[in-house]
């Protein structure tokens, strides 16, 4: 009877070992599932964060070209606007040679006019 008592005791032993073993796994299993969601859920909150990031990068990329463009823009702009200054003012300095030599012309014909006269008069005074 007493073997069968030892026996009978390492056996519930044996039992209560597995039982808690089992107990520990399910516990440990359970921990790690709540593990698992856990990072799940941060892996969402991160990609949701690398989207949005990536949003925002495409809109300051987008925004940055365009402030790019506008000021292209602007610097041709302004060189047209300089270069149509300076063909204005070769334009205008042209005009006023054309018109200076307009009054030399002027005044040479005038001269002329008085010189043939002056010859004509002569000619029929002594004619």
Known sequence: AVVSTQSTGELEEVVERER??????????????????????????????????????RDTVSRKESENYEAALKRLRSESEQQQAEGRKRLDGAKREIYLKDLELEKLRVELQKEVRRKLDMASATG
């Open 20 to 57: 808690y073993g089992k107990e520990c796994e399910t516990k440990s299993n359970a921990e790690l599932n709540e593990k698992v969601m856990q990072l799940e859920l941060q892996l969402q909150e991160r990609t949701s964060e690398v989207e949005r990031l990536s949003y925002q990068l």
